[in-house]
């Protein structure tokens, strides 16, 4: 049993868009800094998004201005809206909690993006 969970991924047409939820069964996101990241086949892992415990976000450069980082209060999640999708954003997905004294992963959720 995992502290996080991704879900929202799927098959899209490129311009379409995508909403990706990380939740976690505890409260260390209060504590945290959560971020959004991918790997591709072939590629390295990549920091996508990311948000602090204080609101403030940065983006990968590929991604700013399509994608957005945000708290769910009500959900108890960080969510990733994707919109104008690209072949390229091809990729699982994997959110990641850093909390300073432990680093946690989700399992990922695969995002396809393709004609």
């Known amino acids: 049993q995992g502290q996080l969970e991704e879900s929202g991924g799927g098959l899209v047409q490129p311009g379409g868009s995508l909403r990706l939820s990380c939740a976690a069964s505890?409260?260390?996101?209060?504590?945290?800094?959560t971020s959004w990241y991918r790997q591709a086949p072939g590629r390295q892992r990549e920091l996508v998004a990311g948000i602090s415990t204080g609101g403030s976000t940065n983006y990968a450069d590929s991604v700013k201005g399509r994608f957005t980082i945000y708290r769910d209060y009500a959900k108890n999640t960080v969510d990733l809206q994707m919109n104008s999708l690209k072949p390229g954003d091809t990729a699982v997905y994997y959110c990641?909690?850093?909390?300073?004294?432990?680093?946690?992963w989700g399992q990922g959720t695969q995002v396809t993006v393709s004609s």
């Open positions: 505890g409260s260390i996101f209060s504590l945290a800094v």
């Open positions: 990641n909690v850093v909390t300073g004294w432990a680093n946690y």
